[in-house]
């Protein structure tokens, strides 16, 4: 039996996409017809779509998909979500990991429901100043918390493949709103980021 890969991708939007990266190839002068390039416009269609499959996913109706009452109001974190998005200036990967954090005011959601917010907001073109305040916004309108905390580092192959170079730079985003702007709750929860 041969192998059979199965995929999901809008036919239309994939044979316009490759099209288009099609003509890239030969614009940047290689020839999209010799035997390692052939597929390559296909490929880089889906990557694409994969890559960006954000802006089709909806973050409050995910956390809402899970959502459950909680008596009790202690600091929830889900630390060192890995994350995957394209910077919106050059279309090039930045690589690293959220911490999240908020205070139930009655309602938690699923911890991979963070894991999903993350997502979804990554797999679109993306700067990391943005992607940290709408993940904090989404926790925000579908759990209404007593506060919200996310913390993003990352790498950006943009600083790194071009440009500056800098190989050992890493960049780090905050953002805070309701409890954690109380610099003894915000202090706590950075403390319990550094425990491992």
């Known amino acids: 039996m ?3 890969k199965v995929e999901h991708y809008d036919a239309e939007i994939t044979n316009e996409l490759a099209n288009n990266y099609h ?3 030969q614009s940047l002068g290689e020839d999209p ?8 416009p296909e490929r880089v269609a ?7 499959q954000g802006y089709s996913q909806d973050p409050v109706a995910i956390l809402n998909s899970a959502k459950f009452t909680a008596p009790k109001s ?6 060192d979500i890995e994350l995957y998005s394209l910077c919106e200036h050059h279309m090039l990967p930045f690589i690293g990991k959220a911490h999240v954090a908020y205070i139930p005011n009655g309602y938690i959601t699923g911890l991979s429901k ?12 993306q700067v990391q100043e943005r992607l940290t305040m709408q993940i904090m916004n ?9 506060g919200v905390a996310v913390v993003v580092e990352a790498n950006h192959m943009c600083m790194m493949m071009r440009g500056v170079e800098k190989q050992n730079s890493l960049t780090t985003t905050s953002t805070f709103c309701g409890a954690f702007e109380n610099e003894v709750t915000r202090n706590e929860f950075l403390r319990l980021l550094q425990m491992k």
């Open 2 to 4: 041969a192998y059979r």
């Open 23 to 25: 003509s890239i190839l």
């Open 33 to 40: 017809e010799r035997e390692g390039l052939v597929k390559t």
């Open 46 to 52: 889906k990557a694409m779509q994969f890559l960006t």
């Open 74 to 79: 202690e600091i929830v974190i889900v630390k």
């Open 114 to 125: 963070i894991a999903r917010v993350v997502d979804v907001f990554s797999r679109r073109l």
């Open 138 to 146: 989404a926790i925000e309108e579908a759990l209404q918390p007593l």
